[in-house]
Nanobody, 121 residues
Framework: EVQLQASGGGLVQAGGSLRLSCAVSGFTFVDWTIGWFRQAPGKGRERISCIVGYDGTTYYVDSVKGRFTISVDDAKTTVYLQMNSLRPEDTAVYFC??????????????WGQGTLVTVSS
């Protein structure tokens, strides 16, 4: 059974940092792509970053390039999203998801529960 567990959200001041974790199990990472998404209050879900399992290729949305970094641990059991230089507009519920393929997972793939990030000004 594919399972994902996101954690690491919290309250941080603008300019600060947080690291989100997504613990994954039930699949072989090399065959999958894991992505981070977010949903701000009153807005739709936005994709932020993803990492392709078989070759480590990473993608970022323009709004987070240079500030956020996606990575995976050596055991291939946890995917991280390091978020630096946080802004109030980064406030959202953050989700991780996994799917087959070499780009962002879709709504039909596997999703974890969200973790709330609040950035105060």
């Amino acid at each position: 059974e594919v399972q994902l567990q996101a954690s690491g959200g919290g309250l941080v001041q603008a300019g600060g940092s947080l690291r989100l974790s997504c613990a994954v199990s039930g699949f072989t990472f090399v065959d999958w792509t894991i992505g981070w998404f977010r949903q701000a209050p009153g807005k739709g879900r936005e994709r932020i970053s993803c990492i392709v399992g078989y070759d480590g290729t990473t993608y970022y949305v323009d709004s987070v390039k240079g500030r956020f970094t996606i990575s995976v641990d050596d055991a291939k059991t946890t995917v991280y999203l390091q978020m630096n230089s946080l802004r109030p507009e980064d406030t959202a519920v953050y989700f991780c998801a996994v799917g087959l393929g070499t780009y962002y997972p879709t709504e039909e793939d596997y999703w974890g529960q969200g973790t709330l990030v609040t950035v105060s000004s």
